[in-house]
């Protein structure tokens, strides 16, 4: 296959794949397809996109893991001279097959209109089993949200200008100061008429910035800022004082993550995980102090599924029981009981990140076909005083997978009715990507980071900062 008709199927499937769907629909996860094909490197995983465009919607949504699945869709793509043919069959969680179909084709010019006709026959076939007795369920995409819901904001708050460069994490302590993270290193600003830089911290370029998070400021003033840095395939992390508009290094190469959360809306408190030789995030949270230039280790908190220390808060309802809020990964918000068990998952997806971190995975090689594996840092879930999740949710042209690219978001707030999350508001979507976002809140004020302009297109990227209201 010529390159660029990989590129025209590529370019299609990012411009189909759908961004939410619905709490009763049937989960599937696209396997690699396998090719006889001089370009089967690039085949499958178009393959593997235009499959996932496809079957997502009414009554199905993909997800980016088995262990997440319903069915595990698979297939092969096999040409015989000029003739090709495309089969793909569904199996259960359990092994069980569930569907299968097939098509053929004379030429490359029929393979995206066989890839429909077969998605549509498999999708047939999935849906007729799982849903045998149910009407499919209506996604969000397919009903407006309400207008009360979207929230009109009363005054448009306060924008930063232009700043040059791609900046993927933020960390606020409650004043007029705040410091965020590029490929370059980190600046510190003062939100005035516009931002005012007042100093800077250069990051050497072998490591990588996964986060930012600040705790203070003490009673002389000091914040200190923990900076989650990943050297290698290793943390690397580094605590910084802010003082007196400076940015004083005092502790380097501690081998932790590190993530503040206020849990319950109360005070915030750091939190810290080990990274293990095969796990991404190994044991379990640990609450943490920085005390005489010393990381002090304190009580842990296991985590439930799919959560980890970046991804995670806690909350109480009405009577005082406590629970905990984490993302999937594929971005469902999740609300669990204190003793771990589910209890409720989002009909779409929330969060999303264009952050992430690679490790070798030599084990699943010859599977995914790369030596390294992804792993995105999620979003942060905050707790106000008042109860209520604030969440964001990014969206974009093409979301799948390992092949992200978020171009506008909104915030979303929601409240526990002893059940289930209920929306509350959210903000009028912007149209930029959302790379990290704080809360303040002694005067509920949201600080966002928003990437305006992707590197690559024509430049280095530039960044914006916004503060609203969160109310």
Do not use: C
Request: cysteine-free; overall charge neutral; hydrophobic content about 40%.
């Amino acid at each position: 296959m010529k390159r660029p008709l990989v590129a025209t199927l590529i370019l299609l499937a990012s411009l189909l794949v759908p961004l939410t769907a619905s709490a009763a629909a049937i989960r599937a996860y696209i396997a690699d397809f396998t090719v006889s094909s001089a370009d089967s490197g690039e085949l499958k995983g178009t393959l593997q996109r235009l499959f996932a465009s496809r079957l997502s919607g009414d009554g199905m949504v993909t997800v980016d893991t088995p262990a997440e699945a319903d069915v595990i869709v698979s297939g092969s793509y096999t040409m015989l001279g000029k003739m090709f043919s495309l089969d793909a069959f569904a199996k259960a969680a359990s092994g069980k097959q569930v569907a299968a179909a097939y098509e053929q084709g004379e030429s490359l010019d029929a393979l995206i209109p066989a890839v429909g006709k077969l998605s549509a026959k498999l999708k047939g076939e999935i849906v007729a089993k799982y849903q045998q007795s149910a009407t499919p369920p209506v996604s969000r995409e397919d009903k407006p949200v309400s207008p009360e819901i979207v929230r009109r904001e009363a005054t448009p708050g306060w924008t930063s200008q232009r700043i040059a460069g791609v900046h993927s994490a933020l960390a606020s302590w409650g004043g007029k100061e705040f410091l965020v993270a590029g490929e370059n290193g980190l600046k510190l600003y003062r939100q005035d008429a516009k931002l005012v830089q007042l100093a800077e911290a250069p990051i050497p370029d072998r490591v990588k910035v996964l986060g930012i998070d600040a705790v203070g400021p003490d009673r002389d003033g000091k914040v200190l800022a923990f900076v989650t840095i990943l050297d290698r395939e290793a943390p690397a992390s580094r605590v910084y004082a802010v003082e007196n508009d400076k940015l004083k290094l005092v502790a380097d190469n501690i081998p932790y993550m590190f993530r503040t959360v206020a849990p319950y809306g109360g005070a915030k408190q750091l939190y810290v995980q080990q990274m293990g030789r095969s796990d991404d995030f190994y044991g379990d949270v640990l609450e943490a102090s920085f005390v005489d230039g010393k990381l002090k280790l304190g009580s842990a908190i296991k985590m439930p599924r799919f959560a980890n220390i970046y991804n995670f808060n806690m909350f109480r309802d009405s009577t005082g029981k406590s629970y905990l809020t984490a993302f999937s990964e594929s971005g469902y918000l999740i609300v669990y009981s204190d003793g771990g068990e589910e209890l409720w998952r989002s009909s779409d997806k929330f969060g999303g990140s264009e952050t992430y971190f690679q490790r070798r995975d030599s084990e699943n090689e010859r599977a995914t076909g790369s030596p390294f594996r992804t792993r995105f840092i999620d979003q942060r879930i905050t707790v106000t005083d008042k109860g209520e999740i604030l969440v964001p949710q990014n969206g974009g042209f093409f979301v799948l997978g390992n092949v992200r690219s978020y171009s506008k978001y909104s915030m979303v707030s929601f409240a526990w009715n002893g059940s289930t999350l209920e929306e509350l508001w959210r903000s009028k979507p912007t149209q930029n990507y959302l790379a990290d976002f704080a809360y303040t809140p002694a005067t509920r004020e949201l600080v966002l980071l928003e990437v305006t302009q992707k590197s690559g297109l024509g430049g280095s990227g530039g960044s914006m900062v916004r503060v609203l209201r969160a109310e």
